[in-house]
Each structure stands twice: as structure tokens, then as C-alpha cells.
């Protein structure tokens, strides 16, 4: 299955060191907060891509494998991604949220991470559109309804909160800290994995 | 070429250079560039080997965080998984300008498949005995050979280098036979006997739930090989394995599996039977082994430490030293025997289900699959950390 992604890096057939080599290199290219996805022949890169990532402090998101192909995912760390300040007043605890989806209240849950993340691993029943397609599908959406909108950390959900309430959403609350720190129930694609290597989601 | 522009470069090392190194107690500085996770999990160990860890990755944008750290004075071996990092890193380190520079042909996977074959000495009635030292993994497998026949002990995963050996010395190999049913490494005794239509043995004891057919292990029915001269006395000494079976080989060399190392002795909690098996154990130790011969070489299954190797390479010792100096045949009381054996032991081998699974024929892995499940140290032993 495909994910949405800014970036494919081909290293099949490539042994190491080049795998790595390569994604490096492509991710100095890329945005902050931009998804590369690493196709990789090498088993060794499955260990090395999360350490690699680790060391330089990128996210990495999680790995699924076809066949003999591994597909790796990685966000582009943003240096500054210390906190830009949660400006929009409503928001909800994580705990509240998990809260909530114990009830039978009726509400939706719009994630605005990019395709990768959500992924690799989301509240159940949520929806995605990440934050840079916003603007351009927010007719996909009703102002009328009660939207819970999550990110990894806050800030993304924090601009997408205040941008749909400029436009019109009457009801809608941000969730903090968001998916970085969930510790309820959690969904995700289901990839067919080989051996013990299980699908990680990303921190 | 004058002296100025001397080319320097990067030199291959074998991994039969290596184990020189680490039996001679050489001196040597290694680099690994494998990621922190594998390198804690192991690592090539030597009494004069210094070995830090620097991740290929954190090395990209230039190797001076690694020259830092590495004496000038020393030969410099780089190593990684495979071969190819190792390459990458070691080429740079010689750019800038250092000298004794190499890399390990093969990387940690070869490493840990390579056998070096070592004479331990001729036998009475007329052959030979050689030990396979696995160095990488301390893993030890036999070869007794008398008359152009031979009997493989303990087989290894990888059985192409005791058919070349065989073939070297134009002996055929008859017999295949494992001391135990192994929990920390794939056993090549079938695929070895299927190679070379051997018969393969096994402690009957171990083999209740194997898949395919063998020859039952029965104590006191010898094997004889080189026109009936040398024999191969099985002993039944259970303990690590409710099977364990020890060899008599030619009166003089005891094959005593993971029963007894040099340097330790064997854990019982491999096949999720430690409380049962450790009054077992306590036998063949201390009812069994204690009756024989001082002067009895003793050849194991395993090595802990490389310090149990000897200047060529090889593990034995003599039955009645370790009497006196293994710490595991001198616990006079039961209830710390139980305890030491039981309790604290250090972490199970990797995959080790997997693996005692692999060897009853239970599953199937492909290659690939078996040499990941035998990756790192092989902790058959009590006192191994």
C-alpha cells in the first residue's frame, strides 16, 4: 500500500553504507516537518534508519515491507520545533479526548499530521488531512459539527484550529499534547511484516 | 613512488587473520560502525583488543570525531555488519592520513559463521582429533578422524567447511552426532549427514518431538570408526539437557557438550526445566565426572571468555585441573549449587526456542531467517557475565 510522502529515496539493491548515505543527503533537500520515504533492499537499514534517525534527531515514523522491498518513513525534524505557542483557547487534554470516546457523544477527530504518521499509528475513528492540504479540501468538511483536531505535538493543530474557526467552524477544540504522548487505544495500517521486526510507531 | 606521495591504503583482514590476533593476545584497536543496539549486544572481544563504537551514520560528515579516538601507534581495524560501512569509514580514516588501516573481510555476519580448524592432538590407536573453534560466537565442534573415516561432533550451522576438511584429508565422514539437542545455534548435524550420507545421532532423551529420523544415542553402545581401532564411548550425563550426552573419545578426550566448560559449567533453565534438571546436573558433575581420569582432556561444546583459548586458539584442559579450579566443580554444598545454577544466570541466548525448534525439524526458516536467530553470544554457560 502507498503512503503520501514529499520524498522517495531508491535504495534497492544498495548495500550499506549507501541506503543511509542517501537518505541524508535527500533529507537536507527537504522542509522541515516534509515525510521522505527510504525503499531499501538491506535488512541492516531497518535497525540503522531509527538510530540514524535518533542521532539526528528526525522522526522517525515506521517501517512496512513488501516482499523484499522495506519502506522506511522519516519527518524532517524542525530545528525550532520548540513550541510555538498554542494560541487557540479551546483546547482539551489527551485524557479528556480518551474520555470522550468512551461516551456516546457524537463528534469528530480531524489529525493534521502528514499521511506517514497517521499511518503508522492514530486515535481510532479519526481523519486525515494533513495541514498543508487544509486550506484547499475544507469543503470536505462541516462547520457545524464538534472537531477535535490532533497533531503530534500541538502546533500543527494549533494553526489548523485557528484557521478553521477564521473560517466559520463554530465548535472546534484542539487537542493537547496530541499523538506524542497518547496512551489510549491506538490504529494503524496494517502492513504484513515479516519475522519479529514489528511495525514501531514514530515518536 | 617517492616517500612523499607513499600511497596509503586501506588492507583487508580475514577473518582466520583475526582470530590470530585474538588467540596470539595481539594487540589491536577496533572501530565497529555498527548501530549502538548491535555493537551492546556484541561485540569482538580479545585480552589485548581495545574496541570502541562509533555509528557509520555519525561518521558521514567527516571522520574526525573518530580519529579523535584512535591511537596512531596501534593497527586499526574497522569493522561493521556486513563489510561495506567499514569499507566507507576505513577508506576516509586513510585519506586522513593514518596507516595500518583495515577492515573485516565480511563484516560481524562472517565473523560470527567463521570456523577455524586446530589440531588438538593424535590419538593413541591411530587418527586424529580437531577442534572447529566458532570464534566469533564460542561455539566448539570436533572432528575425529582414523583410517579415512571421521565423526563430526556438534556441527555447526554451516557445514561446507568440515566437508572441505574431510575432503583435504581424504577421509569420509561416517558419523554425525550432537551431545544434546542445542538451544543457542542451529545444528548442521542433519543437513551435514544428508550432505555426506552420514548416520546422525541423537540422545534419544532430547529428540522425543524431532520431525525426521535418526540414531538413538544409547549409553555404553560405542561408535567405532578406522577399521573398529578408535571408539567413540557415549555417557549419558544429563543436566543442561535432560539428554546431554557425553563422548569418550579413544580413552582419552571427553566431549563433554554444555555439561562442562573450562571456565564454568552448564545451565540447567534452557528447556524451561531448571529446578527439575539441576539434581541431574549435580551428578554428572560431581557423581559422574568426578569418578574419571585426572588425566582426561576435556573438550567443550562452548568457550565463555576468550581468555579460555589458548595461544593457537583452542579450549581444553585437563579434567582434574579444573577439578581444582573451575568455580562451577567446587560447590560443595547442594543448596548453593541449586541456587548458583537457578538463580541470577545471565540472559537466555537469543531466539533460543526458535532455534531448539529449528533443530527438533519443527520449523523451516529460510537461511537468511537462521542466521539472524543465531546473531550474538551464545550464553550456555552459568558464568558467562
Redesign the interface.
Known sequence: MDIKVDHVVDAKGLACPMPIVRTRKAMNDLNAGQVLELQATDKGSVADIQAWAKSTGHQFLGTQQENDVYRHYVRKSEPDEVKEEITFPHSVRNEELEGLLESSREFHILDVREPAEYAFGRVRGSRNIPLGELPQRIGELNPEDEMYIICRTGNRSNMAANLLTEKGFKNIINVVPGMSEWTGIVERDEFELKNKIKPIGGK | MSEETKQLSLMKMTPHALTQIVAGQEELFILDVR????FSDWKIEGENIEIINI????L?DGVDPALERIPASKRLLVV???E??SQ??GEQIVEAGREHVYYLEGGMKQWSEYLEPIKVGDLKSGGEIYQFVRIGKGCLSYMVLSGGEAVVIDTARMIQPYIDFAAMHGVQIKHVLDTHLHADHISGGRALSEATGASYWLPPKDAEEVTFSYHELVENEDLLIGDGKVNIHPIYTPGHTIGSTTFLVDSEYLLTGDILFVASIGRPDLAGKAEDWVGDLRHSLYGLYSGMPDGLIVLPAHFGKVTELDKRGQVSAKLGDLFTDNPGLNISDETTFRRTVTENLPPQPHAYQEIRQTNMGKIQPDE??RR?MEMGPNRCAVHDH
Open positions: 548501530n549502538e543496539a548491535e555509528p557509520y551514520f555519525d558521514l561493521c555488519a556486513k561495506g560501512s566507507f569509514i537468511e531467517e539472524e
